[in-house]
């Protein structure tokens, strides 16, 4: 039974903005395959974008409905994360949530998984670097695509660990149990037919003895792909075969300009070719584009790319599929059974030393960066043209490559298949931390996170003297309830909202002063409720900041003496 608390905020899992990104495509299949297939009793969702519920069972419900019950979370609740056991994350912020479970005290309450999907950008290396000195516990775990990415996370988690160990003497580095577990499909939501398939060769005027090679994704070829090569495979394979080829290119860029020049650089590599394009973001596009095609063509040639969708998405509508061997592709298509994979060539290691340091400079931005990368990287256009030529004149070897293709997207990549595995994970590492011996107690010097240390503590040599318990406090002659309550009028006044105590906290401060010549602050607070204690504590700064109450200095606290006197 799964017993886990999903993130969710909307933004990685909506797939309806004009910026579809591969991640959030990954998310809503996810979504609606946990919806459909986890054996969870109930669901769990952490609500950090502290969005009203009402709002969140509506994008719910639009991905996938469920008769189960629903349990949200509220953003600042690692209480009820803890009462859960496990927390997962959309995204590599392994780290992050780790430093913030445990400023909440909560090591020992709840484990974490989180995702990889790029791991080129510089934040998400940092992410991963990160997890070598973050409070990882031992059931952790970060969860990679492909064993493509899971190569490159291990190289990168050695390489600071060994940093660490050599440069500061690091004998304990905290390392996330590293687990591989592939993106899946819906594969229901691809199933092709042929009245989709006249519609759309209608209504893209192609012919009928046509063969429809399509591409799904974003078009730029700096951070997703270069089309020139397929281009130019496409060209080769129209001239040596004399059919009639149609290449539909379903996908978006990110402005109309980038559009124009895209499709206009790439239409000059394949003259002979029926160059068709169709906004792939389109809900009612995204699924039945698949029902044109003969042949899925991805040359994927980008590192930003760590496992890659689309194959695993050609392969639940039965298309076969010619793609480069690159990254996740190795794990999805299998040569000569789905379709055909063409080998890619990269520069040896160590020739990109002037890139990492560039970008690590940030004189190179992540597009020209990823960009740069790619512009040095082949893909084999002569195994690309051999595969298409093959695929375009055996329509019996398209038949059975596709037969193939789907079978195994059933059997593999369905989150039906895919779900169990993420719930067997979550429960082993449930079970791993329950098991876990008790934890000593930490330093009573020690901060729970160094690098967000609490404001005060970080800057507390910053004011004359601190407000404690002894502190003597007083009301200021002439304040009353009706000066307060129109302080509070005041927007500049009341910025920092929940950090300051409520108007009623407020108002109670002002009643007891009002009897009172002066008091110290613990008599002041002794009557609050524990929890709120701390609150209003400080809050007593905020009223002496305006005047409504008068702190009782302990000493002549204002040297004589300045810098330079």
């Known amino acids: 039974m799964s017993n886990v608390a999903l993130y969710l905020n909307p933004e990685a ?30 669901f769990h969702f952490w609500n950090v974008a502290n969005q009203p519920v009402e709002r969140l069972d509506a994008f719910v419900a639009n991905i996938g409905r469920s008769d189960k019950p629903v349990s949200w979370i509220g953003r600042s609740d690692r209480g009820a994360l803890g009462r859960v056991g496990v927390a997962h994350m959309p995204s590599p912020s392994l780290a992050r949530e780790a430093w913030s479970r445990r400023m909440a005290s909560a090591q020992r309450r709840y484990a974490i998984s989180s995702i990889t999907h790029t791991t080129a950008s510089s934040q998400v290396m940092d992410m991963l670097a990160d997890m070598l000195t973050a409070p990882i516990e031992p059931w952790d775990s970060l969860i990679c695509t492909s064993t493509a990415v899971r190569a490159s996370v291990d190289l990168q988690l050695e390489a600071v660990r060994l940093d660490l160990e050599e440069r500061l003497g690091a004998a304990r580095v905290p390392m996330p149990q590293l687990v591989t577990i592939p993106l899946g499909v ?51 394979a129209a001239k040596a075969t004399g059919k009639t080829i149609a290449w539909v290119q379903a996908g978006w860029a990110v402005s109309e300009a980038a559009d124009k020049l895209f499709h206009e650089e790439t239409r000059r590599f394949c003259p002979s070719v029926l160059y068709k394009v169709v906004d792939g973001r389109k809900p009612e596009t995204r699924f039945s584009i698949w029902s044109v095609a003969d042949i899925f063509l991805s040359l994927s040639d980008n590192i930003q790319e760590t496992f890659g969708l689309t194959p695993v998405e050609a392969m639940a509508a039965g298309i076969p599929s010619v793609v480069s061997d690159w990254d996740g592709y190795k794990d999805t298509v299998r040569h000569g059974i789905d379709g055909f994979r063409a080998a890619t060539y990269a ?58 293709a789907q079978a195994r997207a059933k059997a593999v990549f369905d989150w039906r298949v895919i779900i169990p595995q993420y719930e067997a994970l979550w429960a082993d590492m449930n079970a791993r931390r329950r098991a876990a011996p008790a934890e000593a107690s930490p330093r009573r010097d020690q901060v729970p996170n160094p690098r967000r240390m609490d404001p005060f503590l970080l800057f507390g040599g910053y004011p004359s003297e601190w407000l404690t318990g002894a502190t003597i406090v007083t009301l200021t002659p002439g304040q009353t309830l009706v000066s307060l309550r129109e302080l509070v009028t005041s927007k500049i006044a009341i910025f920092g909202g929940s950090a300051l105590m409520t108007l009623k906290e407020a108002e109670q401060v002002v009643e007891t002063l009002s009897s009172l010549r002066q008091i110290s602050v613990a008599e002041l607070v002794a009557d609050i409720p524990p929890a709120r204690r701390p609150f209003v504590e400080r809050g007593l700064l905020w009223l002496a900041k305006y005047d409504v109450i008068t702190i009782l200095p302990r000493s002549t606290h204002i040297a004589a003496t300045t810098i330079g006197a």
Do not use: C
């Not at 909506?14 to 579809?20: F, I, N, S, W």
């Not at 005027?205 to 730029?220: H, K, Q, S, T």
């Not at 560039?358 to 040095?376: C, E, R």
């Open 186 to 236: 819906n594969v229901e939501n691809f199933a092709t037919s042929p009245e989709q398939r006249q519609s759309w060769r209608q209504s893209l005027e192609i012919p009928d003895d046509a063969i429809v090679v399509l591409y799904v994704g974003r078009f730029n070829p700096h951070a997703k792909m270069n089309p020139v090569p397929m281009a130019i495979a496409l060209e080769r």
């Open 13 to 42: 899992f909506d797939t309806t903005g004009p910026a579809l990104m591969g991640r959030q495509a990954a998310g809503e299949g996810f979504l609606r395959g946990y919806l459909r297939h986890a054996t969870a009793e109930r």
């Open 347 to 404: 520069p040896r290691a160590g020739a990109g030393n002037d890139l990492a340091y560039q970008h690590a400079n940030n004189w190179l931005s992540y597009d020209a960066y990823v960009g740069a990368a790619a512009q040095l990287t082949t893909v084999d256009i002569g195994d690309a043209a051999a595969a298409l030529v093959n695929l375009i004149n055996n329509p019996d070897l398209r038949q059975r490559m596709g037969a193939a």
